[in-house]
């Protein structure tokens, strides 16, 4: 089992809807959980980061995390062509050394 | 504020070939990542370091794979002999102390 699975897509939405993505991972250390977008042919950047449990909005994007359950989410509402790209979920924990484990990412298509 | 520069950009060799990829982080980070991120899946730690020193090389192929910092500032990831299973992108990342990590657009690694 991978520490952390992701569903790859791809995943096709009309412009204007609300994405939802998401995470699950076995390892209870994980403390600290990032959502990257990466676009094709180019570096992951970061979107969201978040420590714990709890929910981050910023603009059109929402992170949550579930850690009772081991659960993560990036929402993205009212979603733009430009938003097409693959995105991929990260964590990491104290004492890891800030290494981070990454999800295989969920390739997205916004189309209009 | 520069980001992550790595260069080549693309590379094509034969296997059993040897490469070379070079990074240079955001000035003043201490922290430099090599990840290796094969097609549909997520980046994969390599080595990371800490100025100057190795702090987790855990995941580096070592009878194949070598990496040098050697001023605590670029980096010089190196394979010697190339396999076809080295066929990847390889990024570096760079961070200060905190978890986010910055990435560089990659060197994308085609062994023939």
């Known amino acids: 089992q991978k520490e952390v699975e992701q569903d790859p897509g791809p995943l096709s939405v009309p412009e204007g809807a609300i994405v939802s993505l998401n995470c699950t991972y076995s390892?209870?250390?994980?403390?600290?959980f990032m959502w990257y977008r990466q676009y094709s042919r180019k570096g992951p950047e970061l979107l969201m980061y978040t420590y714990s449990s709890g929910n981050k909005e910023d603009g059109r994007f929402t992170a949550q995390v579930d850690k009772s359950s081991k659960y993560i989410s990036l929402f993205i509402r009212d979603s733009q062509p430009s938003d097409s790209a693959t995105y991929l979920c990260a964590m990491s924990f104290t004492g890891g050394g800030n290494k981070l484990t990454f999800g295989t990412g969920t390739q997205l298509k916004v189309e209009l | 504020e520069a980001g992550v520069a790595q260069s080549p950009r693309y590379k094509i060799i034969e296997k059993r070939q040897s490469v070379a990829f070079w990074c240079n982080p955001i000035?003043?980070?201490?922290?430099l990542y090599w990840y290796q991120q094969i097609l549909g899946q997520g980046p994969k730690l390599l080595i990371q370091f800490q100025n100057n020193g190795v702090v987790d090389d855990s995941q580096l192929p070592k009878d194949r794979f070598s990496a040098e910092r050697l001023k605590g500032v670029d980096s010089t990831l190196k394979i010697q002999p190339a396999k076809l299973e080295d066929s990847a992108v390889y990024l570096c990342?760079?961070?200060?102390?905190?978890?986010?990590?910055?990435f560089g657009p990659g060197t994308r690694l085609l062994v023939l």
């Open positions: 390892n209870s250390a994980f403390q600290y």
């Open positions: 000035s003043g980070h201490a922290t």
């Open positions: 990342a760079s961070s200060l102390l905190s978890q986010t990590q910055y």
